[in-house]
Nanobody, 114 residues
């Protein structure tokens, strides 16, 4: 299984970047894709999760409102739309997949400048 994140970079405060996770090699039809982030000096935290079987989504309570997870069938990706970013959102953002086992992408850096 390979997960490749894209869409990170330097963003101005208030910006709304969109991250994409391209997954390949998944075996089962029923799997989940999630987004996590790890800020400097902090533990990795979950943001949101998407389930392939029914498109159901889950958001961590602290992430509701400014983050939206969705699947893009045309690009075959699971995307994370991030709105109105703040400096505290600076982190490495990781894509995670559960397909009877856990898999991680290499991460993409998002830096928010104020």
């Amino acid at each position: 299984v390979q997960l490749v994140e894209s869409g990170g970079g330097l963003v101005q405060a208030g910006g709304s970047p969109r991250l994409s996770c391209a997954a390949s090699g998944l075996i089962f039809d029923d799997y989940a894709i999630a987004w996590f982030r790890e800020a400097p000096g902090k533990e990795r935290e979950g943001i949101s999760c998407w389930r392939s079987s029914d498109g159901d989504t889950y958001y961590a309570p602290s992430m509701k409102g400014r983050f939206t997870i969705s699947s893009d069938n045309a690009k075959n990706t699971v995307d994370l739309q991030m709105d109105n970013l703040e400096a505290e959102d600076t982190a490495v953002y990781y894509c995670n997949a559960y397909d009877r086992e856990w898999y991680w992408g290499q991460g993409t850096q998002v830096t928010v400048s104020s």
